[in-house]
């Protein structure tokens, strides 16, 4: 259904229909902070398409790997030796200690996955990172979509098919309310959004801050280094906090300000919640993903989620010198990696927006062997090529409909550890898919039903 669904959204084009629309929606991206930087978010003219049945099952194969996350984490929680096999370094070990006062350390995330429509049965779905520290866009997504609802041609697809959108921006006020709930339970709080100024992504704080206070629940945008902390009250610009809704990466907190900031004097005296807690940084780095894989580790999850792994999760592992199984037959990891380089992607430990990743495939030998050698003096993965989603997208080039594939990197959204709920989506040209990067682009993703 879905290729004859994009089928009939691009018949309803041509040069005229494509200037229109994207003249409004261009007016209506700059009108609603829908941009990253001064950077239009969207440069396409169509939304990314799932049937119901594609939906159900990324929300099912999500939801059961965060049953094997929930796994890992309790058991990092008592060995202290795991995670450091993760990578945890000395600063976010004694982050790690702060207890949030609720129990996920990842009341929201965001998985990196690539879905490919399937003529028949199930989608195929792989996994490759997750964002279990401050996954950003819900924001974005939810007002792009809206932008999208009031164009012509997708009033006009609509006569064709049912169209429904997954909003973002409540389930993550509702989640911020419930962690606050679960370890304060005072009311009514004041929301923080934190993170540092003059960040490309301040546009979304401003669509969130609109939106927290459209719900009647106080809020406003500070940084870190406009806040202090009398022993009671966290405050930003002098205003009190009751919830942080942390948009500034720990690691970068951490790097300028150690175990000393008046965020972590007031996490110590359990005076401030804050979303997500420095408890998620062993999940979120890149690492995680070789201990779910690495058959080192198969004991610690169930069944279902061993088969969740295997279908969903690509082969992952530390890169370094080791024997490990691969299709189930031994290989020496090394050496294997050196001759096999067009089957894996070499990523840092922890880094984002692209920065650091080696697609080998895209690499001659000389720059794979290098990489190599630079990996082993850092913590650093070794991910096993997945099949990567592309489709056709129309968009206005130089006065013409231009449609053309592009990559499609489909996140969905996590809140409070169990749930799946609505997605990120990006496309690229290139394989890096990245908008922090500097390419590409978002657009929503709608699910949609033949009228």
Same mark, same amino acid.
């Given at each position: 259904m879905i290729e004859e669904a994009i089928h009939a959204y691009h018949d309803l084009f041509d040069d005229q229909v494509a200037a229109e629309n994207f003249g409004l929606l261009k007016e209506k991206m700059e009108q609603r902070?829908?941009?990253?930087?001064?950077?239009?978010?969207?440069?396409?003219?169509?939304?990314?398409?799932?049937?119901?049945?594609?939906?159900?099952?990324?929300?099912?194969?999500?939801?059961?790997?965060?049953?094997?996350?929930?796994?890992?984490?309790?058991t990092m929680v008592e060995a202290p030796a795991l995670r450091t096999e993760v990578g945890l370094t000395e600063l976010e070990e004694g982050a790690f200690a702060l207890n949030p006062g609720y129990r996920t350390p990842t009341p929201t995330g965001r998985l990196d996955s690539f879905l490919s429509h399937e003529p028949e049965g199930d989608p195929t779905i792989h996994f490759v990172e997750y964002?279990? %520290?401050?996954?950003?866009?819900? &924001?974005? =997504?939810?007002?792009?979509?809206? +932008?999208?609802?009031?164009?012509? #041609?997708m009033k006009q697809f609509q006569k064709q098919y049912r169209v429904t959108m997954v909003p973002l921006r409540r389930r993550v006020l509702d989640t911020l309310l419930a962690m606050h709930r679960e370890a304060r339970g005072q009311e009514p709080p004041t929301i923080g959004i934190v993170d540092w100024e003059d960040v490309p992504t301040t546009n979304e704080f401003e669509i969130f801050n609109e939106f927290f206070l459209s719900q009647g629940v106080d809020s406003f945008i500070t940084a870190p280094e406009r806040m202090e902390y009398d022993g009671k009250t966290l405050r930003g610009d002098g205003?009190?906090?009751?919830?942080?809704?942390?948009?500034?990466?720990?690691? %970068?907190?951490?790097?300028?300000? &150690?175990? =000393?900031?008046?965020?972590?004097? +007031?996490?110590?005296?359990?005076? #401030?919640?804050?979303?997500?807690?420095?408890?998620?940084k062993p999940l979120h780095k890149k690492m995680s993903f070789a201990l779910l894989s690495d058959e080192?580790?198969?004991?610690?999850?169930?069944?279902?989620?061993?088969?969740?792994?295997?279908?969903h999760i690509p082969w992952t592992r530390k890169l370094g010198e080791r024997k490990t199984l691969l299709d189930g037959e031994p290989i020496d990891l090394l050496p294997y990696i050196a001759d096999h380089k067009d089957e894996f992607v070499m990523k840092p430990n922890d880094e984002y927006g692209g920065k650091g990743v080696i697609i080998g495939w895209e690499s001659s030998s000389e720059e794979w062997h290098a990489a190599m050698q630079e990996g082993l003096k850092e913590p650093t993965i070794i991910q096993r090529k997945v099949k990567i989603?592309?489709?056709?997208?129309?968009?206005?080039i130089d006065g013409r409909l231009n449609i053309s594939e592009r990559l499609v990197d489909l996140d969905p959204y996590l809140f409070e550890g169990n749930a799946m709920h609505g997605f990120l989506t990006r496309?690229?040209?290139?394989?890096?898919?990245?908008?922090?990067?500097?390419?590409?682009?978002?657009?929503?993703?709608?699910?949609?039903?033949?009228?």
């Open positions: 902070h829908l941009s990253f930087g001064e950077r239009l978010l969207c440069t396409v003219l169509r939304p990314h398409f799932l049937t119901p049945h594609e939906y159900q099952k990324m929300k099912e194969a999500c939801e059961t790997l965060l049953g094997a996350f929930d796994r890992l984490y309790e964002n279990a %520290e401050t996954p950003a866009g819900a &924001g974005y =997504e939810d007002v792009l979509s809206e +932008a999208f609802f009031e164009l012509p #041609v205003k009190p906090i009751h919830i942080i809704y942390k948009r500034v990466l720990g690691s %970068e907190l951490l790097q300028r300000y &150690g175990l =000393e900031h008046p965020i972590l004097y +007031a996490l110590r005296d359990g005076n #401030v919640t804050m979303v997500n807690p420095f408890r998620c080192r580790y198969n004991d610690l999850y169930t069944v279902e989620q061993r088969h969740a792994i295997a279908m989603a592309r489709e056709d997208f129309p968009s206005y496309l690229a040209a290139t394989t890096l898919l990245n908008v922090t990067a500097g390419g590409g682009s978002v657009t929503p993703t709608f699910i949609i039903e033949k009228t």
